[in-house]
């Protein structure tokens, strides 16, 4: 399904595409970090787990998700929209074995 929505910017919000130019630019993993933890339903140990990553680490990036780049992750009803564009962008910018690898790390 992603292959066929390839470069549909359209479907991906603004909130998303400022987060990505972020990770670009400073290196930071804010997408994966949004894939995970809302493929992980919200789970912080399950997303800290996808990630290897320190709990607080993941905590800081959720909280700067939504203070700085104003992502509603406390809102259910736009995160079908949030993981569609954060999937379209990864997909884009890793290609499909990063949901490869992201499987493997949810299920080991």
Same mark, same amino acid.
């Given at each position: ?17 400022? +987060? ?6 400073? @290196? &930071?993993?804010?997408? !994966? &970090? ?7 339903? =919200?789970? +912080?140990?399950?997303?800290? #787990?996808?990630?290897? &990553?320190? =709990?607080?680490?993941?905590?800081? *990036?959720? *909280?700067?998700?939504? #203070? ?14 949030? +993981?569609? @564009? ?5 997909? !884009?910018?890793? @290609?499909? #074995?990063?949901? +490869? ?5 949810? &299920?080991?």
């Amino acid at each position: 399904m992603l292959k066929s929505i390839e470069g549909r910017s359209d479907l991906i919000a603004k909130e998303i595409q400022v +987060l990505a130019a972020h990770d670009k630019e400073k @290196g &930071t993993q804010y997408c !994966e &970090t949004l894939y995970h933890y809302l493929t992980c339903c =919200r789970s +912080l140990v399950k997303t800290c #787990d996808a990630l290897f &990553t320190h =709990r607080n680490t993941v905590l800081y *990036r959720i *909280r700067r998700m939504q #203070d700085d780049f104003r992502i509603p992750l406390d809102d259910p009803a736009v995160h079908a929209d949030l +993981l569609l @564009g954060v999937s379209l962008l990864l997909f !884009e910018e890793k @290609g499909p #074995d990063f949901f +490869l690898s992201a499987v493997n790390k949810t &299920t080991s």
